[in-house]
């Protein structure tokens, strides 16, 4: 039977080569290729720096430090998002205050200002899916009140918002590149992006324990560091990345031509160009047709099933959760499509023909006649 992953990796002769020359090099942590992949990463986002880290989990909590987050502070975020989104505020002492999304998934930016109180500190939207937050309305309600604002890029690298790429528009961004994502390493690792040198010097104090210079630490910090192997795969992938969103896209218009008026298919704004880290349809018989895919050799997911203001984590600590219809609804309703930089016309096809079947609809293999 066929076979179609809900993700894959892209790996070339090229990564692997890469990879080697790294090991080859005999220097392993935050070397050369580290340093220049940060260069690359920040001219690409469109950014003065780029900070490589373990993870963007990782990145995350450092920059909550560097930013002075502290026990009491209120943060304001889609619920709707991965759980990792909300740990490094947590840790921080932070309280989440969880935002329902719009159509896009994204945070409702017209709930901002009556979530806010004089504990507000900042803003945290998510690109989820890889399509952009309404960066406007968030920088509206930001600018009025005096708070921050930090992308959440994990799912969205090379994404644009009005023809400007994410991790660009805030006063950081934060991506990952866990081997899912758009860009990935090999592996767990992450970036900050920012304009803020003095931010993006404290950072990579940060990541590695505070260090000025060999063995003296201005302050207490962690180890969050970049490793060469991974900065050397990364400057392939980086290099390819626009040719495989570019393909993700294309993925993502055949599903759209070929599921509209069968599932609900997700929207892209006329300002985003969305590059479609998920490919989410909407549809009452989720469970039944992932289970009918599945027997069919599709890979399917659910990003997420328990909303995080309905986690077991957060039930816990607090007492006055908030009611979000519509995340609550969305989250019985969505189901994430196989897509990914190199994924074939012709699996894309079978999933299209495998979905129309289950819905009783007549399967037409390719009806715009081509594509790649
Ligand atoms: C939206 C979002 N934020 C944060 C994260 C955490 O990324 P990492 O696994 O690199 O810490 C992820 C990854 O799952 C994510 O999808």
Redesign the pocket.
């Known amino acids: 039977m066929k076979k179609v992953p809900l993700s894959r990796v892209f790996v070339n002769d090229e990564v692997r080569e890469a990879g080697m020359r790294a090991i080859n090099s005999g220097w392993y942590i935050l070397g050369k290729e580290c340093e220049a992949f940060e260069a690359e990463l920040a001219a690409y986002v469109g950014t003065k720096e780029a900070v490589l880290c373990s ?4 990145g ?1 909590l450092m920059l909550h430090h560097a930013m002075g987050v502290c026990p009491g502070d209120e943060i304001l975020v889609p619920s709707h ?2 759980f ?2 909300i740990e490094p505020m947590i840790h921080r002492g932070a309280r989440p205050v969880f935002i329902d999304i719009d159509e896009t998934y994204c945070i409702d930016v017209d709930l901002l200002e009556a979530s806010m109180s004089e504990r507000t500190v900042g803003i945290l939207p ?1 690109h ?1 899916y890889g399509h952009p937050a309404n960066m406007d309305g968030i920088f509206l309600a930001a600018k009025k009140h005096g708070l921050w604002v930090v992308e ?1 890029c ?2 969205a690298f090379g994404a644009q918002y009005r023809g400007q790429r994410v991790g660009s528009i805030g006063g950081a961004g ?1 991506f ?3 081997p899912s ?1 758009n860009l990935t390493v090999m592996g ?3 970036c900050i992006t920012t304009n803020d040198s003095v931010l993006a010097g404290k950072l990579r104090m940060l990541r590695n324990h505070g260090e000025k210079s060999k063995y003296v630490h201005d302050f207490v910090g962690y180890n969050f560091r970049f490793n060469e192997i991974q900065a050397a795969i990364g400057r392939v992938e980086l290099r390819n990345v626009e040719n495989l969103n570019e393909h993700r896209r294309d993925v993502a218009a055949r599903y759209n031509d070929r599921l509209e008026g069968v599932v609900q298919i997700p929207p892209e704004r006329p300002w985003a160009r969305a590059v479609y880290h998920m490919y989410v349809i909407r549809t009452e018989r989720r469970d039944a047709l992932a289970e009918f895919l599945k027997d069919k050799g599709i890979g399917t997911g659910i990003h997420y099933p328990v909303p995080n203001h309905q986690q077991p984590a957060i039930i816990k600590s607090c007492s006055d959760l908030p009611r979000l219809p519509k995340t609550e609804e969305v989250v019985t309703q969505i189901l994430s499509l196989p897509i990914y930089g190199d994924l074939p016309m012709e699996d894309v096809d079978y999933v299209c023909d495998a979905i129309l079947e289950f819905f009783g609809k007549f399967a037409t293999a390719n009806p715009s006649g081509g594509g790649k």
């Open positions: 993870s963007w989990t990782t995350a998002t991965a990792p989104s998510v989820l959440d994990a799912q934060v990952s590149f866990y994502k767990d690792g992450g």
